[in-house]
């Protein structure tokens, strides 16, 4: 008699806990393929929930979930999933599978893993679109993965941070006792990695006292610099946890503030130009408000026509001369290497 055929089955798909390949499908026009699982002889039927031991079986319920892609083509696990008594929970209950992903069931855990990983590189909307998963499901799951990496996280030794918050949620999204503080997220980061190593919820000194908690009193010595922008809050926490720190404005506000001081200052040279003079009605259209960005743009950036705009300003007002010259000077200061090269006497 001639031996039973046998079906290969790749090792790649030898890997679902507690049951057996028993066979493969495929839809060539289509580039998708379906492994057929069978439940074996040493599964131990688990409650999905409380992860207790399950009694007699009441139901069963076929389950396709979509799994790593092979060659390209696109993959699905198809199985029977038991439903049973759970005596820890008197009731029934779906059994546990182990493979499959736990906030988004019709997902594997290997897929899971996978979303998370693109996602550290790219959006998430792109990571849907690339992996042909729904957006909700791929943020369930990264938030899932995240949760997971989170319960071994430790944060790193640290120097120089960078604090700032980042707007997450709108308005109609806030909850009962929130106010708008609690719609940003705190980020912080390792000035000498580039990297984020904590994130907390508000922008409220709270969220910042909270990873100063978490560091420890040495590690809250050992920060020497905190980046950050000039929102009370975090200057406060930076003051209470680290005495060694020196809070530094970011580049970012410092240049918005220069900025809103020097469109300050072209709105009041603009007020006082004399009606009656001779160049009146030229400096007024030269000076009005739609030109403000011409005047706050550094001069290697502005184009032919911007700087024969401001030449002409500044032939004739002396103080918005001046102006040009301090705004120059304010934008060279962030190239500088070092105090020595910041200095008045070095320039």
């Known amino acids: 008699m ?16 507690g049951f057996d390949v028993v066979d493969l499908k495929e839809w060539r026009a289509k580039r998708q393929m379906e492994i057929v699982l069978e439940a074996n002889d040493k599964r131990e039927h688990r409650c999905w929930r409380c992860l207790g031991a399950l009694g007699a079986q009441n139901s069963r319920y076929l389950v396709r979930a979509k799994h790593l892609r092979m060659m ?4 699905t696990v198809a199985f029977y999933r038991e439903k049973r008594f759970c005596p820890s929970c008197n009731k029934t209950r779906s059994e546990h599978i182990e493979f499959l992903c736990p906030s988004s069931p019709h997902v594997t855990m290997e897929l899971a893993w996978w979303l998370s990983r693109l996602s550290e590189e790219t959006s998430v909307l792109a990571v849907s679109r690339l992996e042909s998963v729904d957006k909700e499901t791929c943020y369930r799951v990264d938030k899932l993965i995240l949760t997971r990496l989170l319960q071994g996280y430790k944060i ?13 949620r709108s308005r109609r999204q806030l909850k009962d006792g929130e106010d708008r503080d609690d719609l940003f997220v705190t980020v912080i980061v390792d000035l000498k990695t580039h990297r984020v190593i904590w994130v907390s ?3 409220k000194k709270e969220a910042l006292d909270e990873f100063f908690q ?10 020497q610099v905190v980046a950050t922008d000039q ?7 930076v003051e209470e946890f680290c005495p060694n720190a020196t ?10 503030k220069f900025n809103e001081a020097l469109n300050e200052d072209r709105r009041r040279e603009y007020e006082q130009i004399d009606p009656e003079s001779r160049t009146a009605e030229r400096m007024l259209a030269l000076m009005r408000g739609k030109y403000k960005y011409v ?9 032919k026509t911007d700087k024969r705009h401001i030449d002409e300003v500044m032939q004739v007002n002396e103080k918005i001369a001046r102006l040009e010259v301090i705004k120059e000077h304010f934008h060279k200061l962030f190239d500088c290497q070092g105090r020595l090269g910041a200095s008045p006497s070095s320039r």
Not at 2 to 17: A, D, H, M, T
Not at 214 to 222: A, S, T
Request: proline residues 4%; glycine residues 6%; charged residues 20%.
């Open 2 to 17: 001639g031996s039973k055929p046998q079906l290969y089955i790749p090792q790649v798909f030898r890997s679902f806990q």
């Open 247 to 256: 809070v530094v404005w970011d580049r970012f506000h410092l240049v918005q």
């Open 231 to 237: 929102h009370r809050g975090y200057a406060a926490s």
């Open 201 to 203: 919820q508000s922008r």
């Open 214 to 223: 978490i560091l420890g009193q040495k590690g809250c010595e050992q920060i």
């Open 156 to 168: 790193p030794k640290v120097t120089h941070l960078s604090v700032d918050e980042v707007y997450a």
């Open 72 to 75: 390209g083509w696109q993959v």
């Open 295 to 303: 005047f706050l743009t550094k001069a290697m950036n502005r184009s």
